[in-house]
């Protein structure tokens, strides 16, 4: 018997959800790589003061996954995701009006909480539309769109930001929030609410029911078979429809309903465990992001680092579509534990670079690992629950995600001072391998979504 043909992958809506998380990337790292030095130049801030008003911005994102996460469902996954490009827009076009430091600040609070609601949405319809056996190789694909964005968004900014001026800067901007409004128009999602699953679970048992009533035969094993599952839907919603009403002294009184942890509302719980995985590398992430520019200018390969991150996504498009195949078929451990380890060993060179290629080197290993982890992470949230529950899910992941990235420079601001770059970098190897340790532990259970 020939195997059975893999369901399609590259569709329409699936291309139009990538680019559109790409644009939208694209119009977030542009604006974050360059903002610290726009608020030292045109509002003359103190350094603490111009680097805060970049990370604002992954404040807002934050305080919008959770809240997307919650609401998702209620207001509509597209409905949000286009009330957050609308956002985007809105919010890309006010840099130009900007003239005081505490208008920007709002400004960059408000452009992160509609890029939270972009991104989180985004990642929710694309885990939709992805087929349960090829998750892996799916949002590896998908995420390919996070990494050309993390790594020509900044290029982008720096470039522009240097040889044409920050005007110009910003109207690109504009233009990817606008790209990004007309992929979040033109997708079409599937629809799978609670009421859609009850109606469709409806009409299959009256379909059988009735197949079962045209036979005339009492024992019919149709109509035995309709008649348990009605049973069970029917105990299923009493268990469910409680406060049931109960009779005590001759008196009716109607239970009040279990409230449910707040934890639950705002988490999705079965994701914890790799969302604290995702915390731990994007933590060491972290480091990239905030200190490789003075790391670079210290040890004099300021000239590698400017395309640090374009070798670093060369290295992640490369290996992507291999590590989400194997992935689906050999499990997240065989694919992830050498990521962690290439994570670590990227970080233990770039702490020990001593010349261009070295530098490079190292990106190529974070590159790999860090894009591995992420996607493989993600693949592992959302294949732990069903769809109705993807937003959630999503949202508990990036929130995490998204902590890293936020909390990351905030200590190592700390620790730079007292042990030095390049010794910071050699910690955060040993934080890889602590990461490594974690995941062991959270995928013991894990298995291959195919044989």
Known sequence: MSPAPKEKLWTGRFITGTLANFTVLVNHYMLMVVMTGYALVKFAAPEPVAAFCASIFVVGALFSRIWSGMSMEKIGRKRLLVIGAVGEIVFSALYFLCDLLPEMMVLRFLHGFAFGMCSTALATIVAAIVPAARKGEGIGYFMLSVTLGAAIGPFVGIFLSNNVGYEALFAVAFVAALLTLIGSLAIKIPRATPAAIEAEEQKDLVEEEALAAAVDAPENPLRLEAEAKRGEQERAAAAVAQPAAATAGGVETTAAPKKEPWRSRVFEPSVLPIALVAFITFFTYSSLMTFMTPYSQEIGLSRAASVF???????????????????????????????????????????????????????????????????????????????????????????????????????????????GYRAMYELMAVVALVGLVVFLVVCRKEKPMVD
Do not use: E
């Open 309 to 419: 991150f374009i070798t670093y996504a060369i290295a992640t498009f490369v290996t992507r579509p291999f590590t989400g195949t194997a992935f689906d078929r050999r499990g997240p451990r065989f694919v992830m534990v050498p990521a962690f380890f290439a994570l670590a060993a990227g970080m233990a060179l770039l702490g020990s670079a001593t010349n261009d290629w070295i530098l490079l080197l190292s990106s190529l290993f974070l590159g790999y690992g860090v894009g591995t982890i992420q996607s493989s992470g993600l693949a592992m949230a959302v294949r732990r629950v069903p769809d109705t529950h993807l937003s959630k899910a999503n949202s508990t992941f990036y929130v995490f995600l998204d902590a890293g990235v936020g909390l990351g420079p905030v200590f190592l601001g700390l620790l730079v001072p007292v042990i």
